[in-house]
Every structure is written in C-alpha cells, then in structure tokens.
DNA sequence: GAGCACTGC
C-alpha cells in the first residue's frame, strides 16, 4: 500500500483528465456521510459526473473494503462492466483482476485481492443464487438503474428484500432526475414512520445530485408535423451541412431498412449538391452489424468531411460517440412488447419518451455545445409519455418467475416490484412453467427439474429440451442447437448489397427438417471443417463472433449438465454422421417437441401456418427453411408480429403424435 | 420475402 501511496503522488493520470477535476470530485464528503448514515443514496448524474468510476474507490478509501468485504458496482451491459474496471484499475495502478475486476458472462476477472467488482447486474442475480444474501458486499451500487432493464427491476426488488435481513448492507442507485424519487419512495415503503415524515425517503434514504460535465445544447422542434420523418431527417442532414459550424452528426432513425434508405439519400444528395464543398460521411449504425462493421462510427473522419452517423436507439445509451455536435431525433424507436393472451410478441416503432429525448439530445453536448433537432413539433413533445414503459411490464416473465423463484421468492404477486407486472404476465408465466413441469400445483419449483431450469442460461422451454435430451439420445446434438438457438439469430452476416450470398450460404447447410438441425449442421462444421476460422466464416456469410460465443455457450451449459451427473458422450454422437442420420435427426426433434410443444402450428394448403387452436395465421420468415419448404406440423422458436403479418423463426417439422405423447395435458381438450 | 436494445456462477 506505501508503495501505491507513493507513487500515486509522483505521477499524473495522462490518459485521463485527473479525478480531482471531475464534478463529483466536490461532493465526495458529502456522499460519503451519506452513505454511512443511510442505508439508501440515490445519485443523480449524467454521464461523465465520475460517478461509476470515483464513488467506488471513494468508498475503498473510506475503508468500505475492510475485513474482506467488497464493494459491487452493477452494469446493465457486458461492455460497460469490462471498461469501466479497466478505467478504474488505470487510475488505481493495478492491473484489471487484482484490486478492481469484473465478472461477465465467460469472463470472471478478480481474485482473492479484488475489492472493487464490477458485474452485470444478470451476473450479480446469479451470485444470489448461492449467497442469498449476498453477503460478501458492504456496499452495491446499481449504476443505470433508470434504464429499467428487466434484470434491474429484478435485482431492485431482490435488493429490498435483503436490506430487511442487512440492514448495515449499503446500496447506491445511480438514476436520471426524473425517476430518483422512485427509487427512494419503492425503497421507503413498508419502513416505520420517524421523525422525517413528510419526506420522500424519510430516514431510509436521500437523493444527491451530481452536475454532470454537459455542455448545453439547443433544442429545436418543426413548426409543422412532418409527413415523412426520414425525408425530413435527410434535409435536416443537408441544412445542417450547408448552414452550420463543424461537428459530427447523430441522426436517430428507429430500423435497418429506415436507416439504409437514408443513408442512400445522403449520399446521393452528397454526390449531387456538394461536389466541392466539405465531404458528408454517412454511416450506419444498429446491432444487427457485426462488431467490425460497427468499429467506423469510432474512426476520425478523413479531413475536410462530417460524419454522419444513422443509428437505431443503440447510440441512445449503449454505445458513445465523441465528437458529436448535431443530434436529429426522429421521435420514435422500435420496441418490444409482449401479448399474454396470444403469447406473440410485437416489434413496433413508438413514439419514444420525454427521457428519451432528452437522453438523445444529450449525445450533442459531450465535448462542446450543440444542438438537437427534433423532427416533431413542440405539442406532440409535450404528449409524450414521462418515461418509457419499463421491460417488467411488456416482457416474457416466464425466465423472470423462475428466477425469482429460484432465489427463493415463494410469493410472486406479492413480490416488491419496483413496477409490479400486469397480473397475465405473471399468470401466462406460471402457466407455461407449469406445463412444463418446472412448478408444481402449489406453484413451488419441482426438484431437479425446476431447479435445474432455473440454473441454466436457457429460456425455460429450451432449458426442459436440454434436460430432456439424455433420455432421447441426442444430448451432445440438444447441447449445440441450444448453443445456436441463444446467439438470437446472429448466425449469419447479412451482405447489404448481395443479398443472394447469403441465401447461398444458408443452402449449403440447409437440413430438409429444419432450422434446428440446420444450425447444428452449420455447429458441427464450424468446429470440424471451419476449424473456428474468421475467413472460413466470412466465405461462409457466417458470424465468426457469434460462433465462437456459441461454442463457449455450449461449453457452460455442458459443465452445468456435468454437476448434475448428466455427462454428454461426445465420442459416439459428436457427429450426425457416425450414427443413422435420420434416427438421430428423429430424436432431436422429438426432443425439441418436448420442449416446445406450446409453440406447434400446422402449414395450410396455401403454405401458411395455423396456431393449434385455430385462431391465427402464421407465415415462416423468410430467413426460415421452412419458408419455400412443406411440412405438416412444426415446433418454432419464436414468433413475432411485425407490421400485419405474424412470423415463426426457427422452425422444424414434428410429427402431431408427438405432440400428443411429450404434452398429452396440453393437448387433451383438441 | 425480411431484425429495436440488452443479458445469464
């Protein structure tokens, strides 16, 4: 520790501008007397204030690490966790994995001398798993907590639950203004009156508000509604070009067909007005790119040109761009819902929140001030919504019910939720996990297998098919299409421009029974013929991160099998070729069925699909085999609503007998 | 005939 001391006082961060310059640097007394009187702080600051990276080794320093204790910093994002430690460990002077780690998905970096951790907040609910309690933590800040991401509102809620039981346990949130009385009010409920009545928090808690380093940007709103925003979008691009200062453009748009059609019109417009005048740069910008083709928006534009970055909600609050001056802000982005009364999910463009916005605007004033054109007028702004409607309430909960299940939550419905859930999603959830055979009719988690589901990285009906898969035969093949089925359908590069490529590509590997064995063909070659390579991939039109993901996927999954007793033969079955093909090709299917069995449809004569009970018509996605191909009854993965039409992705055809045999309860009444 | 964003000892 002398040495440290020594040296910190003989050298200056140079990477960095010095901690003692940042805002937060003037509250540091004060958030530490907070947090040492109260067990509850919430911190208001804006990216940049030096929350994340100062108030953890303000509270080391505070000797919050004593006597083994650790504190925890949590991130929604793997990303944001791994940089942030490394940051960290710069300016305290010891290499990521000693004092400062961080533990993600595949990657546990921190040791026995680690005292500042920074985790997914998915990987801290996970360590809750086995210390309920959580009790190697003094203090746990959940940073972003205003984001709302399902496994936040999880660990908020789980959080309460153990400051009951610790109250000396410490817990910081770092939100944005407008919901920090929330947080302070859902962590007050059910606390005794005293003598701070009358005040939100009363001794439980208190806000504190960091002035983050922001310079002020403009905000300007259309006189007249736009009739079609991505035109608009693309003459704003071009106004701003022709009658502004320098600096870099961020133009929100909500998709990748919105986002390439105006990255054509920028160019061709470039082309054409501007022949001689500073260059423009249009670059597109969503997640569907590979990691590779996103590293451009970070380059340095060539001299004498602006950027011009197009890009979904990413840039909203997952990725930063310097040098951004001008924010375009659409009004709207895609969002995610879920029906309970169909099952189907839905992928439609919303007009997007007041917190939205003002996060998006807030991209423009990173390194000077600048500003935000919003492509609505100043009364639809005034119409929208506080915030966005958080995840919990338009989510999926089967995965969550688990979980919380899991942690030893008995009673869902009376569960603090920082939001509580519609009750059909709670309902709808506890019905799948019950035909499934994950809880019983108390509603309690079954031994092994609800147990055992809750542990897996898997949504519960490819978590049954996995467990399933040792009494079909097929394990080491069920361990791979699960590996596959979780990348989420990044298997293959889409090529912009040659869109034939890939349907070729995906021919090669095409399995006539489906997806499924599609992609443990493509598994399977992948780690034999493709030797793991990048370029074999790219011939391929295959991902080559996504693959390598996949086998570290399946790599987990199988260690967990293992400490079940469950052991994968790999060298009688490792290939689909040592044994009889289609016997084995039967078993994973049957498999699959097993699991899947809620999600069964049956093609029509004009090759469309009906959902069992008749009710709704269904068509293969085109990236589907099953899309041009016959079949009678098939199992799918996911299905989705997008515009009018109802999609299945990843589908393989079963035998309606099957059905019948694996869920003979579900399927009694038809 | 077509994909918002994340994530899991």
Not at 74 to 89: F, G, K, L
Not at 192 to 215: F, L, P, Q, T
């Amino acid at each position: 520790m002398a040495s440290e001391l020594e040296l910190s006082s003989t050298f200056i961060p140079s990477l960095y501008k010095p901690a003692a310059l940042l805002p937060i640097a003037r509250h540091r007394q004060n958030l530490l007397y907070l947090i040492e009187t109260f067990s509850i702080t919430i911190v208001i600051g804006h990216t940049g204030s030096g929350k994340t990276t100062q108030l953890p080794q303000y509270l080391d320093q505070a000797g919050w690490t004593t006597e083994g204790k650790i504190i925890g910093v949590t991130q929604p994002r793997r990303v944001a966790a791994t940089t942030v430690a490394t940051r960290v460990a710069e300016e305290m002077r010891c290499k990521v994995g000693e004092e400062v780690g961080y533990s993600i998905r595949f990657e546990d970096v921190t040791s026995a001398a680690t005292r500042i951790k920074f985790l997914t907040d998915g990987m801290l609910l996970r360590e809750a798993l086995v210390d309920p309690l959580l009790s190697r933590y003094s203090v746990i800040m959940v940073d972003e907590a205003h984001e709302r991401s399902l496994s936040t509102d999880v660990l908020l809620g789980v959080l309460k639950k153990i400051r009951n039981m610790r109250p000396e346990l410490r817990i910081v949130i770092s939100s944005a203004t407008l919901q920090a009385e929330d947080f302070l009010r859902f962590f007050a409920s059910g606390e005794a009156k005293n003598e701070h009545d009358g005040e939100v928090g009363g001794g439980v808690g208190r806000i504190i508000s960091i002035e983050g380093r922001m310079y002020p940007v403009d905000i300007l709103f259309l006189e007249k509604p736009a009739e079609d925003y991505v035109e608009r979008a693309v003459k704003t691009v071009f106004d701003i070009h022709t009658r502004e200062a320098d600096g870099d453009i961020l133009l929100f748009l909500t998709g990748r067909e919105e986002i390439d059609n105006a990255i054509q019109k920028i160019s061709e417009g470039a082309a054409i007005f501007h022949p001689k005048a500073q260059a423009l740069l249009p670059l597109p910008l969503y997640a569907g790119l590979t990691n590779e083709q996103q590293l451009y928006v970070f380059e340095p534009a060539p001299e004498n040109t602006r950027k011009v970055i197009v890009s979904t909600n990413i840039a909203e609050a997952s990725v930063t761009i310097d040098g951004i001056v001008f924010v375009i802000d659409c009004g709207f982005a895609k969002l995610r819902a879920y029906n309970p009364n169909t099952g189907i999910e839905t992928l439609t463009a919303v007009p997007i929140s007041k917190a939205s916005a003002t996060q998006r605007a807030g991209r423009a004033g990173r390194t000077k001030p600048g500003k935000c054109f919003r492509l609505y007028t100043q009364h639809s702004y005034e119409l929208l919504p506080e915030t966005t409607t958080s995840e919990i309430q338009r989510s999926n909960l089967a995965s969550v019910v688990l979980q919380l299940k899991a942690l030893g939550i008995d009673n869902i419905v009376r569960f603090g939720f920082l939001t509580t859930p519609p009750a059909e999603l709670v309902i709808r959830a506890f019905e799948l996990l019950y035909s499934l055979g994950a809880v019983d009719d108390y509603a309690k988690l079954t031994k092994p297998l609800g147990v055992r589901m809750a542990e897996l990285a898997l949504e519960p009906m490819m978590g049954k098919a996995l467990l399933s898969a040792p009494s079909f035969g097929c394990l080491s093949e069920v361990l791979s299409v699960a590996a596959m089925i979780s990348l989420q359908g990044s298997v293959w590069i889409l090529h912009e421009d040659d869109k034939k490529a890939t349907e070729n590509a995906r021919r090669k590997f095409a399995v006539e029974e489906g997806d499924h064995l599609t992609y443990l063909n493509v598994y399977h070659a992948f780690t034999t013929k493709g030797k793991k390579d990048s370029k074999w991939c790219r011939d391929h039109s295959l991902n080559y991160q996504s693959l390598s993901r996949a086998v570290s996927i399946r790599t987990q999954l199988k260690r967990y099998l293992a400490r079940y007793g469950i052991q994968a033969d790999e060298s009688v079955s490792s290939t689909m070729q040592q044994s009889d093909p289609s016997k084995l090709s039967e078993s994973v299917r049957r498999c699959l069925t097993a699991g899947y069995f809620a999600h069964a449809a049956k093609m029509q004569p004009d090759g469309t699909f009906k959902t069992v009970n008749g009710g709704l018509t269904l068509h293969a996605h085109p990236s589907s085999l099953m899309f041009n191909r016959k079949a009678d009854w098939v199992i799918f993965h996911e299905i989705q609503e997008n515009r009018d039409k109802i999609f299945i992705r990843d589908v393989t055809r079963v035998e309606k007998n099957w059905l019948l045999e694996y869920a003979p309860e579900y399927y009694k009444v038809s």
